[in-house]
């Protein structure tokens, strides 16, 4: 539970206890007065439980049925190992039917170790030397002839 809501259970518990009223709590929770009432009402029917978020420690509904996600990652691994994320997206579209985000195959691609940031992609190049400067030595040649 995070603070945020042992703040409300704890705000909403003095309303319940008569210590305070609806409206100032709200204003102490930055809510509405509605908002407060209603968090209260959840308050009474389930206890501090009931206030935090519904969907809390579930899958998401819109989530990618994980064997989508293992037939890409197949399907890449075989045809498309070279290719990057946006273009993966697109072939699959195209010639396979399976559409998906293009970031949602780059998570996908850097999990199943075939992609690379391009930070993680840069090549380190050894630096290259300067070679002493040849300017000086011409001035001096011609400081040489003026006097």
């Known amino acids: 539970m995070s603070e ?4 409300r259970i704890r705000v909403l518990s003095e309303v319940l206890s008569g210590r305070r009223t609806v ?14 009432r209603r ?3 959840r308050m009474r029917d389930g ?5 935090g978020h ?3 420690g579930r899958p998401s509904n819109r989530r990618i049925a994980p064997g989508i996600e293992a037939f890409a990652i197949d399907l890449i691994r075989g045809r498309y190992a070279d290719f990057g994320p946006s273009l993966v997206a697109e072939k699959l579209a195209e010639l396979h039917g399976l559409k998906v985000s293009a970031e949602t195959l780059r998570k996908w691609m850097i999990a199943a170790g075939l992609w690379l ?4 992609r840069r090549m380190f190049y050894r630096p ?8 000086k030595a011409s001035r001096r040649r011609w400081s040489l002839q003026l006097p």
């Open 4 to 7: 945020r809501d042992v703040q």
């Open 23 to 36: 409206v100032s709590a709200a204003a102490v929770l930055e809510l509405t007065p509605r908002q407060a």
């Open 39 to 41: 968090l209260l009402a």
């Open 47 to 51: 206890g501090g439980g009931a206030i």
């Open 54 to 56: 519904r969907l809390r």
């Open 117 to 120: 940031s391009r930070k993680q």
């Open 128 to 135: 290259r030397l300067h070679r002493a400067c040849r300017a």
